[in-house]
């Protein structure tokens, strides 16, 4: 039995509510979730029968009669507990969406990646919340440029004879005068 693979729309206040902009949120998974949840899935299927609460809750937290249980009283009855438990400063739910972007981009995503995770309008929004966690990214930016070869042309020296040069994935990237070439892009600025 597979768990269902619709986007639910999530509890606040009290009420059901779909996401601000009408439309459905999908995020990427790790496979370590995924296999949590399916282990949860197989229990809720067998508590379901024993409980006999007629079908399986949709729900991944629910409360003791297969029903939704509000965020408010999740918080406060499990998310809190959970948290001292474990020795970690008390948080509100919503602050666990900040720290998976933060530590994307802390483990090294790209900024457009973690903008499509968190479902914001505009890559300006992710950079204005999360851009100070990157503070080293332009510099790492252009030392990777030295990783990445040179072009013999521009690193001749005055007898004529030129560095070797190493051109990452020749398929993609042809460096000519100084800017890299992709195959979709023209030499505008590039000696022919």
Known sequence: ????????????????????????????????????????????????????WGQLPEWVFCNEDGKPIWKSNFERRVFHKALAKAGLRRIRFHDLRHTFAS???????????????????????????????????????????????RNARATANKSGVTASAVTPREDLVELRGLEPLTPRLPALCSPN
């Open 1 to 52: 039995m597979q768990p269902p693979r619709k986007t639910l729309p999530t509890l606040e206040g009290g009420r059901l509510e779909t996401p601000k902009n009408g439309k459905i949120r999908r995020v990427d998974m790790s496979l370590q979730l995924a296999e949590e949840l399916k282990r949860l899935w197989a229990r809720r299927s067998q508590e379901a029968l024993a409980k006999r």
């Open 103 to 149: 530590r994307l981009l802390q483990n090294g995503e790209s900024i457009v990646y973690v903008k499509d995770q968190m479902r914001h309008h505009s890559i300006k929004v992710t950079v204005d919340i999360y851009g100070h966690l990157v503070p080293g990214a332009n510099k790492a930016a252009v030392d990777r440029l030295d990783e990445t070869g």
